[in-house]
């Protein structure tokens, strides 16, 4: 699954590393260099379903960058500057999912869309969220056990759940 237990309690496991990363940094260049490794962290539910594992992962990771976008603004000594609004590193097209199911696949589209919705809403983020983002290269039917699956630096998700009469026969179980 995508939660990590530990003295900080629940949360995903895309958050800690972020947070590690973000609380050490002192500067603003480390802290864009943050938000540019966030323009290229991937994140990949193997059966997605509806998509709710990256909805979460989206959302948290659209959070932690409006942390740094606000530790960089709070930093600059500049008020000119630091007014300059900010553009998204993290986009819908950075979360993927694959399921058998072309279904739940749509569904998992739909959420990733309104995912960005809810996260520009949150976040007071001015920037839009139309034309709607095409999903059909991140998120689409296919079998992760029998095709090829995308890189990405984190996976997150349930195995697929087979039911209990299948699991019995899938495992030889009586």
Known sequence: TCLKRGAGGAGPTTVAPWQDRIQAASTIDQLEQIRLSMSTYRVFDPACGSGNFLYVAYREMRR???EVSLLIRDKRRSVGIAA????SYVTPDHFLGMDINPFAVAVAKVTMMLAKKLAADELDD????????????????????????????AIVGNPPYLGPRRMTQELGLS
């Open 84 to 87: 300059q609004g900010d553009f």
């Open 126 to 153: 001015e920037q839009g969220v139309l034309p709607l983002d095409n999903l059909d290269k991140t998120v689409g039917v296919g079998d992760t056990l029998l095709e090829p699956v995308p890189q990405a630096q």
């Open 64 to 66: 932690l960058e409006a």
